[in-house]
């Protein structure tokens, strides 16, 4: 399977945090694992750590790419923009429905 690259990945987290790419929330949640559905038709899932944001799992483009946490957050010490791009603050809430996403 063909992966993402991270570049591409920040480009899709830069839109979700600029508005132009809208998420909904696939209910019902599973436990510690949220998924959303994008308004571009990527899927993005993410590790619930006791109720707060950890890191994304996986994301997966809409022609079917898909990358996994080994892939988005290398053990390397390079500069990481998905780091950045996370969000932070109300983001989680007013941005990625978050309440909705893990509680139904």
């Not at 308004?39 to 890191?55: I, Q, T």
């Not at 053990?75 to 809430?93: A, K, M, Q, R």
Request: negative net charge; hydrophobic residues 35%; glycine residues 6%.
């Amino acid at each position: 399977m063909e992966k993402i690259p991270r570049e591409e990945v920040a480009d899709f987290l830069r839109a979700i945090k600029r508005g132009w790419i809208t998420l909904a929330p696939i209910v019902p949640p599973e436990t510690l694992y949220p998924k959303w559905l994008a308004s571009n038709g990527w899927k993005v899932c993410v590790f619930d750590d006791a109720g707060c944001w950890d890191y994304i799992e996986w994301v997966e483009s809409s022609d079917g790419r898909r990358s996994e946490y080994q892939d988005l957050y290398p053990e390397v010490s390079e500069p990481n923009p998905i780091y950045e791009l996370e969000p932070d603050g109300d983001e989680v809430e007013t941005i990625w429905h978050w309440t909705t996403a893990v509680y139904g």
